[in-house]
């Protein structure tokens, strides 16, 4: 089973910056947190990742609170072709167990 | 593109039969993750391995197998495939551990 929660859904206006939460509250001390986004059918991409402290790149900013019992993946400047399903996911064991993740959907 | 390469990119099939799958790693990375994803279960993960042994292993099927062969690709053997066996399969591949996994475009695997 997937160790994150996330919301269904979310929508954003294009230019604004896209705010996703996640919950990970079982997170353990070595674990990382993950965020991948998938378009339409094709493979999943790669964002972000973090252990303990804020990340940013050309992407994304990732922050983590401090207790690591949750994330925000926030994509600065919303663009109609960030519309995809976000996937938050903790990391272990080697194994990625991603759920169902968050529908993003830009709107002009 | 992120330098993973999956073939064939298509498939259609009949129930019990066997088809097999090959994915090519981005150069340098040891290891090869396969996943599988249906319309209702999501991106499931499979198998890994690493340097040509299994790694860690998810909810793969008695009826499909893996292996990574010294060249570094891998292949995904299905077989007495059955009608929800259709579905998206990535490989993805990385390094060791949790390192970033890069995902292949897929193959679209039809069992009629």
């Known amino acids: 089973d997937a160790k994150t929660t996330q919301p269904p859904s979310m929508d954003c206006a294009e230019g604004r910056a896209a705010n996703l939460p996640c919950n990970h509250s079982t997170i353990s001390g070595n674990e990382y947190v993950y965020w991948y986004r998938q378009i339409h059918s094709q493979g999943p991409q790669y964002i972000i990742h973090g252990l303990k402290n804020n990340e940013t790149n050309e992407m994304a900013s990732l922050i983590i609170t401090e207790d690591r019992k949750s994330s925000t993946l926030i994509l600065p400047h919303a663009t109609l072709r960030d519309t995809a399903v976000y996937y938050c996911i903790v990391i272990g064991n080697n194994d990625m167990r991603f759920g169902a993740g968050t529908r993003l959907t830009v709107k002009p | 593109d992120s330098g993973v390469t999956q073939t064939p990119k298509h498939l259609i099939t009949a129930t019990g039969q066997r088809v097999t799958l090959r994915c090519s790693p981005r150069s340098g990375d040891l290891s090869v993750y396969w996943y599988q994803q249906s319309l209702d279960q999501g991106l499931q993960f499979l198998i890994q391995?690493?340097?040509?042994?299994?790694?860690a292993k998810g909810n793969i099927l008695e009826r499909f197998s893996a292996q990574q062969f010294p060249d570094l690709h891998s292949e995904l053997n299905l077989s007495s495939l059955e009608l929800g066996d259709s579905a998206l399969y990535f490989c993805a591949s990385g390094g060791q551990g949790k390192e970033t996994q890069y995902f292949g475009p897929g193959t679209r695997l039809l069992v009629l």
């Open positions: 391995y690493y340097n040509g042994e299994e790694r």
